[in-house]
């Protein structure tokens, strides 16, 4: 480096630190990336631009990496450390060959590769993105372009605190050396690939160029699909074409979105405030399969939880933190108020009705429209429980979504679609009260202007929020393994409904699902609701509390229910100091300590925090329950028993795993529980620990209420076997209800009609009811066997105490 340029980039320091904040995606590139700080490490950057040199030198400074400036020392040789693979532009012209001192720098350390078997260079593409405006499809300059001087000094004054420092993974130059030699060709092919990679890179983060709003519909109202439908609509009813076009206009104002890119920066700033004040932080975790996914050019569907209406923004904000697109979202119709719903729509909102029930043009308007979405490249994002769950629990999805997503690609997509679950969890949500008013039989309030200024007037410290990118879904891949023959139903006009549609849509929604649950999120609020709820008093003395809090801990730590959710790094101790911080609990302080409870209208709003983590404690608690009712028994006879229930919890609580690894999961939760010695272990018999009874009673009460839930309906079939489905649903549902007042049962969800409906139908799937809906005898008679075995006595006494009083009533009515 000559010491002119070194004079220049002194001086351009100073303008740069006062004009531009950076955001380095990733954050903790050392992790994500799987970058070894003790091997040495190059950086390649697009253009030879000192500013862009600069601004990513003062990246890796924060980030602890290598300085860019400091010079390579390779066996007493030194090098610069970083590499430019196309020359700078200047007012003049732009040359986009590989500049000279580039092709000798990797030539050179490709020789070194040669020499030194033990060298392995890791070079670290570097882009510096100035703004991410997307552009207009009628602007038909590249993506990827380099500025000149005047560009890049009125771009750094318009974009300098918008800037994005994007580090991806490493390119090993010692793969490189081994697999495609060291001569002077290697240094160009390097340089072609970047120039792909850096171009995706760009588009990933800034998306697609947007259409005028107008040539849109135009585009649409001439596509095949909706011409056909137009046309026949008119025939049908006895009208002009033009007013049934004008029809299909208004429906695509009121579907589609109005992208601004002005809106989402402007937006992000204003979120990143809100986050600040409303939360002590936000916890994100596996963003960078996306960015892979992204930069690979998939077309992502991101298929989130939904827990609030803060889901909307909170993930459109993580994804622009994290160098991506917000996506465009499918919002319910409901959302579409002045002056939310035009915010909304410049946010990348869609809107949907509840309903297509009988409005073909309708469909077909958005059927078309969702398809262009993903002909051009946009990212969608649609919540598949059709709405926020009012429990806690995660919802059966509603697969009308999905399934137009899997005609869009029947229509000829011609890259890869990945759905990615997320889960978002929250310590504090911000519509919990209205949720258990719901519950209770209050009316659905409709969105509204004051309904958000009531919201807003709440609105303080809501503790950590939480976003997990599950394990992503590849359909291309999935079609191909359940449906090798799909690609013939291939249809470039008309929406495809083969006969393997539904069945395929179905399973896949499940797994979507439980892929979400696989990405739960824990925190100190989600464990101690879940301790306190446990207790029958609904309340622990703090020494108790903490105890239970590490018995949670060691479990998720040594028998993890799977490699994607994700836990607190702080002790029982600290947690507990925490949740109590949150001022959700009643703290009170006697002779021996402290006491942590919950007073009744606490315990109601607890569940819903409870329930978002239920399932991953659900078969250690099984486990527990088993051993309490039997106080001695072999391991087989657990894992058989579990075994006749797993197919209810797994249909319910979206578990993951296969009945064909149950046995070994059953096995290694076992060996853990009597790790804590919350139970004793001779050779195959499992017996109650007296010393620890108290935690492992917590622990069996988890899912107690679900088995008070599956013994009503067991002990229904089994007294009348032809009971109708929706009867034994409606009774089953009643007598829960019955039972909550009885015993004091604090959980909206126990009396829910849809956990019964899908027992029910998981009792028909599992043989249980024969194809009339009947109870099949043998089978049921052993289930409410096992199941009397695990309620205790009181339970079962109302249970048969209710259906005695039912039976007297129908005898009473049946004599009148």
């Not at 003049?92 to 392995?120: C, M, R, V, W, Y």
Request: hydrophobic share 40%; glycine share 6%; charged share 25%.
């Amino acid at each position: 480096m000559s010491s002119w340029q070194k004079i220049y980039q002194k001086i351009l320091d100073l303008p740069l630190s006062l004009l531009v904040k950076t955001n380095s995606i990733p954050s903790d590139p050392v992790a994500d990336l799987e970058l070894d700080l003790e091997r040495p490490i190059v950086y390649i950057l697009p253009f030879s631009s000192n500013t862009d040199l600069m601004t990513l030198r003062r990246s890796t400074q924060e980030l602890g990496l290598p300085d860019p400036l400091t010079p390579l020392e390779i066996n007493g040789q030194l090098y610069t450390r970083y590499v430019y693979i196309a020359s700078g532009p200047s007012v003049f012209g732009t040359n986009g060959d590989l500049p000279p001192e580039s092709i000798e720098l990797f030539t050179a350390l490709l020789e070194q590769h040669k020499q030194d078997s033990k060298l392995d260079v890791q070079v670290v593409p570097a882009s510096i993105l100035w703004g991410r405006k997307p552009g207009k499809e009628d602007n038909h300059r590249p993506i990827l372009r380099p500025l000149n001087g005047p560009e890049k000094f009125f771009t750094i004054l318009g974009h300098g605190r918008d800037c994005m420092v994007r580090l991806s993974p490493a390119v090993s130059l010692r793969y490189m050396a081994d697999h495609h030699g060291t001569d002077d060709s290697i240094a160009n092919k390097l340089a072609r690939v970047a120039r792909i990679h850096f171009s995706r890179q760009q588009l990933a983060a800034s998306g697609p160029k947007l259409p005028d709003r107008q040539v849109l519909f135009n585009r649409l109202l001439a596509s095949k699909a909706i011409e056909k439908v137009v046309a026949e609509e008119a025939a049908a009813r006895d009208v002009p074409v033009e007013k049934v076009r004008k029809e299909a206009i208004d429906m695509m104002e009121e579907i589609a979105a109005d992208f601004s890119y002005s809106l989402i920066k402007n937006g992000e700033r204003f979120l990143g405030w809100l986050w600040n004040k409303l939360y002590q932080g936000l916890n994100i975790h596996n963003a960078q399969r996306v960015r892979r996914l992204a930069q690979d050019g998939h077309e992502i569907v991101y298929v989130p939880c939904h827990r609030s209406h803060m889901d909307y923004l909170l993930l459109s904000y993580v994804l622009y933190r994290e160098g991506l697109v917000p996506p465009h979202i499918a919002a319910g119709i409901n959302l579409n108020f002045f002056p939310a719903g035009p915010i909304f729509r410049r946010g990348g909102a869609f809107f949907i009705r509840r309903s297509f029930k009988g409005n073909r043009l309708y469909s077909t308007v958005f059927r078309e429209y969702l398809a262009e979405l993903f002909a051009k490249g946009y990212s969608v994002e649609y919540f598949s429980e059709g709405g926020r769950s009012r429990t806690g629990r995660l919802l059966p999805a509603k697969t009308g979504m999905l399934s137009m997503t899997i005609q869009a690609m029947l229509r000829g997509l011609n890259r890869p679609v990945t759905l990615v679950p997320v889960y978002i969890g929250y310590e504090h949500v911000m519509e919990v009260a209205t949720y258990a008013k719901e519950l209770r039989g209050k009316r659905k309030e409709k969105e509204n202007v004051g309904q958000v200024l009531r919201t807003l007037r709440k609105l303080r410290n809501l503790g950590q929020g939480y976003v997990n990118f599950g394990e992503p879904i590849p359909l291309n891949h999935y079609l191909n393994e359940h449906v090798p023959e799909w690609h013939k139903d291939i249809d470039p006009i008309e929406p495809q409904r083969p006969n393997w549609l539904n069945p395929v849509v179905n399973d896949l929604a499940v797994k979507m699902m439980t892929h979400i649950n696989d990405a739960a999120a824990t925190n100190a609020l989600t464990l101690c609701g879940l301790a306190l709820l446990s207790s029958r008093q609904r309340a622990l003395s703090r020494e108790e509390l903490e105890q239970q809090m590490d018995c949670y801990l060691q479990l998720m730590r040594n028998v993890p229910y799977s490699d994607q959710f994700t836990m607190p790094d702080a002790d029982a101790k600290a947690m507990v100091e925490h949740a109590i911080e949150m001022d959700k609990f009643v703290v009170e302080r006697d002779s021996l300590g402290e006491m942590v409870s919950l007073n009744r209208q606490q315990a109601i709003l607890m569940t819903y925090y409870r329930n978002n983590i239920i399932h991953l404690f659900a078969l250690p608690s099984l486990i527990a329950n088993i051993v309490i009712q039997h106080q001695s028994l072999s391991v087989k006879a657990i894992q058989d028993q579990v075994a006749d229930l797993y197919p209810f919890l797994k249909a319910e609580l979206f578990l993951r795993f296969d009945e064909s690894e149950l046995a070994e999961v059953v096995e290694s939760q076992i060996e853990e529980l009597a790790r804590q010695r919350l139970i004793l272990r001779d050779g195959d018999t499992v017996s109650l620990n007296n010393s620890r009874i108290g935690p492992l009673h917590l622990l069996a009460r988890t899912i107690t209420e679900t088995l008070q839930r599956y013994a009503i309906a067991l002990t229904l079939l089994r007294s009348e076997p032809q009971l109708m489905k929706s009867d034994l649903e409606q009774q089953s549902q009643m007598m829960a209800q019955r039972l909550s007042r009885l015993h004091g049962i604090n959980a909206p969800e126990f009396f829910d009609k849809g956990v019964f409906a899908t027992l029910v139908k998981t009792l028909r799937s599992e043989g249980y009811l024969n194809e009339e809906c009947h109870a099949v005898s043998q089978p049921v008679e052993h289930l409410a066997e096992l199941l009397a075995a695990l309620v205790s006595p009181e339970v079962k006494l109302t249970i048969q105490a209710v259906m005695n009083r039912e039976e007297r009533l129908e005898d009473t009515d049946a004599d009148a």
